[in-house]
């Protein structure tokens, strides 16, 4: 006997651009929540948009524009922010079912772009997220950008913050201390700004892992590298580029310290692992990040003032007691986190809500 589908689950078609493998904290959020919405009763299906999106070409708004159209109009359409925002009205209006747009952090915050392309993004986020049936984001700093700078009302909005998997807590190294950071090298995540506040700490025994991607930005990447030279800290400094998770599982528990310089994070996965390993933090307070870390178990200082970070970092190197104290803390607000189901419950509840 043929399967018949429950046509009153509804489905759920994530719009995602490029390759859903890749490794940032948005794509890791899209494909755990992914793999467990079907347990909340949301088939799940994947429609691939283009990789050049948030800049597509013309002819890959027109490949989306084909793309979307052919999907049923009884389907609910999740659509990543990285493509959403960057949506034509000839691309909204081929969208003939309910839309939901997913945003991990707003485009136009991006570090680097020229304030003439700002002004567009912000533009045409604002324009998608009108015309969406709901919105999805990760944290309640990113509700508020998109609800005081965008005006849109809260009411169509809802929280579902990343969620983060249980972790042993890390036993550290001690000599030399081991720092670590961790996401894609670029220029919103701050690492020759990092670097730079570290030079003048050469008098203490530091080392620092960068484990992240070092495809996504060659400039990004050719600035940190520059700034490693200049201040001779090859030894001191190492870009591990794209590691496996077992390997980033050994950085975590071999860290004395975590620091995230980003100039802006839309909630900041990265910070959520550290936690949930009882490290100690030292982290600019850009967008979300400083409601993921509390003052309890990190130190905040300005995104993108070194001297504050160097400081900073100096507190955390010399003073084990504060790193004793601020690890507690972290490790107590990490056994608080939100897990993936729960993340995942949310999502599904906003889907199933919207169904035809």
């Given amino acids: 006997m043929r399967a018949t589908r429950d046509r009153s689950v509804a489905e759920a078609v994530f719009a995602i651009p490029g390759d859903l493998k890749t490794a940032t904290g948005g794509y890791a959020y899209d494909r755990r929540v992914m793999e467990l919405l079907p347990a909340f009763g949301v088939p799940v299906s994947v429609l691939a948009l283009p990789a050049s999106f948030p800049n597509p070409t013309e002819s890959d708004l027109e490949d989306a524009r084909q793309a979307l159209a052919g999907l049923p109009a009884n389907s609910v359409l999740v659509v990543?922010?990285?493509?959403?925002?960057?949506?034509?009205?000839?691309?909204?209006?081929?969208?003939?079912?309910?839309?939901?747009?997913?945003?991990?952090?707003?485009?136009?915050?991006?570090?680097?772009?020229?304030?003439?392309?700002?002004?567009?993004?912000?533009?045409?986020?604002?324009?998608?997220?009108?015309?969406?049936?709901?919105?999805?984001?990760?944290?309640?700093?990113?509700?508020?950008?998109?609800?005081?700078?965008?005006?849109?009302?809260?009411?169509?909005?809802?929280?579902?913050?990343?969620?983060?998997?249980?972790?042993?807590?890390?036993?550290?190294?001690?000599?030399?201390?081991?720092?670590?950071?961790?996401?894609?090298v670029m220029p919103r995540k701050g690492y020759d700004l990092l670097v730079e506040a570290l030079a003048p700490l050469i008098d203490i025994d530091w080392r620092l892992t960068i484990a992240g991607a070092l495809d996504r930005h060659r400039q990004a990447v050719e600035s940190v590298?520059?700034?490693?030279?200049?201040?001779?800290?090859?030894?001191?400094?190492?870009?591990?580029?794209?590691?496996?998770?077992?390997?980033l599982d050994r950085f975590y528990e071999s860290a004395d310290l975590f620091v995230s310089a980003s100039l802006f994070e839309g909630y900041g996965m990265v910070l959520a692992e550290a936690m949930a390993r009882g490290l100690p933090i030292v982290l600019a307070a850009g967008g979300a990040a400083a409601d993921t870390a509390g003052e309890a178990a990190a130190l905040h200082v300005e995104a993108g003032n070194v001297p504050e970070l160097t400081a900073a970092l100096q507190r955390a190197l010399t003073d084990k007691k504060l790193r004793d104290r601020l690890a507690d803390a972290a490790w107590e607000a990490g056994r608080t986190l939100p897990t993936w189901h729960e993340t995942a419950r949310r999502i599904a509840a906003v889907i199933l809500g919207l169904r035809p």
């Avoid at 590298?225 to 077992?246: F, N, S």
Wanted: glycine residues 10%; hydrophobic residues 40%.
């Fill in 225 to 247: 590298q520059e700034a490693i030279r200049r201040h001779g800290l090859e030894d001191r400094v190492t870009l591990a580029g794209k590691v496996v998770p077992a390997t």
């Fill in 80 to 184: 990543d922010g990285l493509a959403f925002g960057a949506f034509t009205n000839d691309v909204l209006d081929a969208i003939k079912g309910r839309v939901v747009g997913l945003v991990h952090h707003p485009l136009f915050l991006e570090t680097g772009l020229p304030h003439a392309r700002k002004v567009e993004l912000k533009d045409s986020e604002e324009q998608a997220l009108r015309r969406a049936s709901h919105i999805i984001v990760t944290s309640r700093a990113t509700k508020r950008i998109v609800t005081d700078h965008m005006g849109i009302s809260s009411e169509k909005i809802t929280v579902a913050q990343p969620g983060t998997d249980p972790a042993q807590r890390a036993t550290g190294t001690g000599a030399p201390l081991q720092i670590l950071a961790v996401g894609a």
